[in-house]
């Protein structure tokens, strides 16, 4: 009795083993079906008819027009919201103004828009029937049903990534280091490449990473606006869509493989750059204990 | 009042212009065009558009469905939280890991994937038939595919909560008599709340405009597993434009309105506890 008393007092903020364990299974239980069996069969799907069927997949014309269309739109598209984190999070984390909050809030809104409605926007601006349809119609320039319209809209659903990481961080490493070397007569450029730059450098990748998963597999908003034209403005998960619906299921898991590949590296990026940022963390908490 | 303090770092004009002008054109002009599309019904066209027996069904059906997901999330995301958090077993940093996947896996995967998986012929839906559950091409199927978008939403907002709790609360509970059970429900799951409520109500506002991932596994048979996002598709398919903005706008509403709730959840959250963001 008197010695059970003493475990039970060590273990007061724990939980029996029993607990413990069924907890653990029970979660494991759930992320297996819902996380590996999804992602596993895949790859199984895939490779159900051998690796002749599948090579043969990804090398087809339509399919090599996707994969190339989808790295055009992300070269495009990735850079450009790139920038404008950049720019976003200095002005809102080096500088104090009225309204940021707001200006925050509408950063974000292209998360809470449903990819389909982003789609459309476009569709009511450029379309055929749209504002400036009449205009381009007659100037014979095509967006919506063509590659700029793409670009467009994946750059809508891509908008926050970049900025929603680099305005918390820049925020909490404040404005004394860029201070100190505007004293010491850095110019605008030197303070941002040599003094900004090298603090938010992992932020910064982590934001390009997930910015750049989801350009490359964005699915409801490029839908509407592709116009599903094969060989031509099909990107790699519109090419999955039309190789499914044409019951064509070897193909079409052959080819979402490679996004699911992708999804694989994003992860394992994901997890290297929060690691390093963790490292240079504990480091440069180090050295300011030892100054 | 000013519009902004002063300081000493160059370059607030240029980043601050460019941020406007580059969010006007990208984000808030298209969406504008949107607004002055549905304003341009009249009040009588715009609701029975709205408030057609099939789109009913399809609000119906994808609040149902978005709740029903956010719900399981809820639970099991605060279980898979909790378990990373306050366990050792192996494979967890990988395990970990994968908690992010649905925000990595393109929508579409993640959609022919699950459906395969849930057929009546699937790896699990060869199991489900023969109890007579039929998960693909029912609304069934929604909620599941609705549940693996949604999934990182609540163990990643929960997480870091789990993660700072301080170990002398739970400490002071079982020193004042409290069982492990009694700690967890009056110290643990309040501190988590604010959290819990914000993982929910992201992965609502997620599941209720998700369309990539439901598409394959629906059906979508109207009155029956028709999503809201696919009727506006059909819509624009169909050409009918004012139809497709009319509940587009319905559904951007939504969107603010989670918006708001979120912030309002935030706020309330950081009032509580006495500190400024």
Known sequence: MHSMQATQRSVA?????WVRWSLIALALAFLGFFLVLPLFSVFAEALRKGWALYVEALIEPDAIAAIQLTLIVTAIALPLNLVFGVAAAWAIAKFDFKGKSLLITLIDLPFSVS??????????????????????????????FAVPGIVLAT???????????????MEAQGTEEEQAAMVLGASGWQLFWKVTLPNIKWGLLYGVILCNARAMGEFGAVSVVSGHIRGMTNTIPLHVEILYNEYNFVAAFAVASILALLALVTLAAKSWVEWQADRQRALDARMATDQ | MKFKQASVLPGFNLAFGYTIVYLSL??????????????????????????DDRVLASYKLTFGASLLAAGLNLVFGLLVAWVLVRYQFWGKRFIDALVDLPFALPTAVAGIALTTLYAPNGLIGQYLAPLGIQVAFKPLGIVVALTFIGLPFVVRTVQPVLQDLEAELEEAAACLGA?????????????????????????????????????FIAGNIPFESEIVPLLIIGKLEQYDYVGATAIATVMLAISFALILVINTIQWWHSRRHGMRK
């Open chain 1, 13 to 17: 903020t724990d939980e029996p083993r």
């Open chain 1, 155 to 169: 750059v809508f659903v891509t908008f926050p990534f970049v900025a929603r990481e680099l305005i918390p961080l």
């Open chain 2, 26 to 51: 990208i984000v808030l002009l298209p969406l504008s065009a949107l607004v002055i599309k549905t304003s341009s019904l009249s009040w009588a066209q715009f609701w029975d558009v709205v408030s």
């Open chain 2, 179 to 215: 069982s492990r059970w009694q700690t967890f429900c009056k110290v643990i799951f309040p501190a988590a709340m604010p959290a819990l409520l914000t993982g929910f109500t992201l992965a609502f506002a997620r599941a209720v405009g998700e369309y990539g991932s439901v598409i």
């Open chain 1, 115 to 144: 990819p389909v409605v982003a789609g459309l926007i476009y569709v009511l601006l450029f379309g055929a029937q749209g504002w400036w349809g009449a205009w381009l119609m007659e100037h014979d320039i095509k967006i919506i």
